[in-house]
T-cell receptor, first 115, second 114 residues
Framework: AQTVTQSQPEMSVQEAETVTLSCTYDTSESDYYLFWYKQPPSRQMILVIRQEAYKQQNATENRFSVNFQKAAKSFSLKISDSQLGDAAMYFCAYRRQGGSEKLVFGKGMKLTVNP | DADVTQTPRNRITKTGKRIMLECSQTKGHDRMYWYRQDPGLGLRLIYYSFDVKDINKGEISDGYSVSRQAQAKFSLSLESAIPNQIALYFC?????????????FGPGTRLTVL
């Protein structure tokens, strides 16, 4: 079974600084997708960024970028120029290609942004 | 207007009662999912449906049932609510026509069982 591990339950960062959130996963599949979701206090799940496993290039969305290391099964999220609105729970998620296509989530990490 | 809506947003019920949580979407997606979020455990899949006639159990389906009344509507029922079903429930949708099948989540329903 696939598993997703977020080993750091909480992190903090100063406004305008850069922070990296770590995620590792375990799978025997070769074709899959990885996602980072943000959950602010409103509890809405918001997709931040996604990565297709077959792509070697790391995904980037504005201030958010990932470091995808397929061999190491590592998928970290870097937030640059942190803003107060980035404060939230962040969840790493995995989805295999085919089957139920369910998302397998990590336990989440709480990010605090200090002014 | 929200693309994926859930009603109610909050629900308080008593042990043993049957309740229904509803999800509707205007995105035109064919796939719908119900997840449960417990503190410290992330989200886990309860049921999923690839179309109106295709409903499947997820990893934690015991104590739950679902109904796909139309492509746009997917309801989750708790046959006899118990306190360990206290959680945040999310509905999600995706479009099978898109390669990465991004899932879009509703705002969640917080369930309390007394």
């Amino acid at each position: 079974a696939q598993t997703v591990t977020q080993s750091q339950p909480e992190m903090s960062v100063q406004e305008a600084e850069t922070v990296t959130l770590s995620c590792t996963y375990d799978t025997s599949e070769s074709d899959y997708y990885l996602f980072w979701y943000k959950q602010p206090p409103s509890r809405q799940m918001i997709l931040v960024i996604r990565q297709e496993a077959y792509k070697q290039q790391n995904a980037t969305e504005n201030r958010f970028s990932v470091n995808f290391q397929k061999a190491a099964k590592s998928f970290s999220l870097k937030i640059s120029d942190s803003q107060l609105g980035d404060a939230a729970m962040y969840f790493c998620a995995y989805r295999r290609q085919g089957g139920s296509e369910k998302l397998v989530f990590g336990k989440g990490m709480k990010l605090t942004v200090n002014p | 207007d929200a693309d994926v809506t859930q009603t109610p947003r909050n629900r308080i019920t008593k042990t043993g009662k049957r309740i229904m949580l509803e999800c509707s979407q205007t995105k035109g997606h064919d796939r719908m999912y119900w997840y449960r979020q417990d503190p410290g455990l992330g989200l886990r899949l309860i049921y999923y449906s690839f179309d109106v006639k295709d409903i499947n159990k997820g990893e934690i389906s015991d104590g739950y049932s679902v109904s796909r009344q139309a492509q746009a509507k997917f309801s989750l029922s708790l046959e006899s609510a118990i306190p360990n079903q206290i959680a945040l429930y999310f509905c999600a949708t995706s479009d099978s026509g898109r390669g990465y099948n991004e899932q879009f989540f509703g705002p969640g329903t917080r369930l309390t069982v007394l």
